[in-house]
């Protein structure tokens, strides 16, 4: 694969929110107390782009993710997901993202089958979406066969994988991923980003957060957070080919 | 339509969680019944089966019958018979028993001329307890059977007595006279026990779900909060009307609790008092900052209160005027009366329902609170 698009550093500040992309954020700021958490930053994400969001520990990225998803309020600033205003109504735009959390959110005491039913329950899918969904998922994690699991047997790889299943079950067209390969061993992270690309061929805009920034590599656009400010941002020309 | 969806993924899950959790579910299901027939028992034990000696020296038709009737009352176990007033000494020296009835000779023969037969009952008097309650039961036995004596004599005589109305349901009452302790406490209990299990269950399951981080996941998802604590609420509620229904059951079948009002206003009751105890169960998993400071206030607000302030232990007239007032801030006192009341007093809706109001009130003020404080954590 190789990345067309031209280097784009230019500033956006002071720009309207574009409706047209996936992502569009403007002076996103998010401060607990006198500290400033996420201040000020700007960014659009065309769709179906891998949004590779870089930072340190402690830099700001779930804290982003968070007011993006609407499960936290901003202090100032706008963002348009997928077009809609999320920070004012998310309830808009909540079925058609989806979002895979550092902690692998899934019941370790259900099997791999009823965390697949439970997040479909939750998303409301018919019966014929969720057959359809349950086997691509069970597929795509390679969890054929073992549906009557329990999570908690799983390893590290597979629960990943499971998480990913889950979190894509009802077909978003954005996936939030934070720190999705934290703890996985290197074959499993591959193996999990060759999953990512198959999802970004589908069309489906990823935002995936990382301190790694080998992982950088992997998406074609890119911005650095850190202590809550954007440093950098940009897209490659070139990435490497899998 | 689709919050049905969502609730009813979540009441499924719950479903699965407690069938996986094999120690809680015994917990939940075994420990109720245990702890009532433990607790029924112990209350009622000093009252039961009092070892008892029965010398008969009058040896008449009439005295065997009386005797017979201290065999037949479950209060007393007659541990051995004799025929002479100096085996007395013997059986409380060597703790056979702790009272002996002494049925004199001319019992009988009092009896049949139409007065007042007398009979000694001697004490142990190194059970103080024991032998008070002893003491106030074999005098009723006196009665009763001094009252089937009259009975039998009025029969004798063509009279009817039952349509003269007032010794059949002194007879009644005196006829069980042991049980009197555990109709009173089983209600009670009923109210402590599902409290517990209610508020403890649901203490612990939100906080949970924060530690796993499938909390963060649901909020992201279209589920609103309200629909989650539907969906959670729901199995405990349908689990906390089979315990109430268990312990009834039991009640009835081993201790011979009576029913005597209203079961609608029971289940009624019930019913906000459960989600009133669920509520509670939230609030506490919305402050708690993790699972065991969860279990630690899920056990401190759930048992203290049910067991202190709701008159179950104590009447609330003889607690102090402060804490009459903090008991209004748990649901078990409302539902103490309500139980109580069902049960003993043949009580209903017309009875009742300013406790049932005061019930729903308590059951909307605090999944409202639950829910503005599981909003404000984020
Ligand atoms: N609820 C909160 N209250 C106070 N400070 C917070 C809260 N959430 C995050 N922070 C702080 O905000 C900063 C950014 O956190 P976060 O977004 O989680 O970083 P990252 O995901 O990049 O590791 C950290 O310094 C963190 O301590
Ligand atoms: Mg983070």
Known sequence: MSGV???RPGPLLGTAPN??????????????????????????????????????????????????????????????????????????????FGYMSQKFALFEDLTVEENLRFYAGVYDLSAEEFAKQRAYVLAMADLRGRENELTANLSVGWRQRLALGTATIHQPELLFLDEPTGGVDPVARRHFWDL??????????????????????????????????????????????? | MRSLSRIGAVTAKEFIHLLRDRRTLAVVLALPVLQMLLFAYAISFDVKNVATVVIDLDKTPASQAYVSSYESSDFFTVVGTGDDLAAVDGVFDHNQALIAVVVPSGFGRSLAAGEKGSVAVYLDGSEPTAARVGQAFSTALNQVYSQQVTIRWADAQGLDVTAAGQLEPR???????????????????????????????????????????????????????????????APWTLLAFLELAVVTAVGMWFFDLPLRGSIGVLALGAALFVFCS??????????????????????????????????????????????????????????????????????????LWPEIAALGAYAVVVIAVAIVLTRRRR
């Open chain 1, 5 to 7: 698009d031209p280097v």
């Open chain 1, 19 to 96: 409706p047209d992309a996936a992502l569009s954020v403007r002076g996103l700021t998010k401060r607990f107390g006198s500290f400033t958490a996420v201040d000020g930053i700007d960014f659009d994400v065309p769709r179906g782009q891998i949004f590779g969001f870089l930072g340190p520990n402690g830099s700001g990225k779930t804290t982003t993710i968070r007011m993006l998803t609407g499960t936290s309020g901003a202090n100032a600033g706008a963002a348009l997901v997928l077009g809609e205003d999320v920070l004012s109504h998310p309830e808009r735009v909540k079925k058609r």
């Open chain 1, 196 to 242: 990512l690309y198959d999802l970004a061929s589908r069309g489906v805009t990823l935002f995936v957060t990382t301190h790694y920034m080998d992982e950088a590599s992997h998406c074609n656009q890119l911005a650095f957070i850190y202590r809550g400010g954007l440093i950098a941002e940009g897209r490659r020309t070139t990435f490497a080919a899998t």
């Open chain 2, 171 to 233: 007879v009644r009452t005196w006829y069980n006279p042991e049980k009197r302790s555990s109709d009173y406490l089983i209600p009670g209990l009923m109210v402590v026990i599902i409290m517990v299990v209610a508020v403890q269950q649901t203490a612990v399951s939100l906080v949970r779900e924060r530690e796993q981080g499938t909390d963060e996941q649901l909020a992201i998802s279209p589920m609103r909060r309200w629909e989650m604590m539907l969906g959670k609420v």
């Open chain 2, 278 to 351: 669920l509520g509670l169960g939230l609030v506490i998993s919305a402050v708690a900052p993790s699972l065991e400071t969860a279990n630690m206030l899920g056990l401190l607000l759930s048992i203290l209160p049910a067991f202190i302030l709701s008159g179950f232990a104590f009447p609330l007239s003889s607690i102090p005027g402060w804490l009459q007032v903090v008991s209004c801030l748990f649901p078990a006192r409302f539902m103490v009366t309500i139980t109580r009341g069902v049960f003993l007093k043949g009580a209903g809706l017309a009875e």
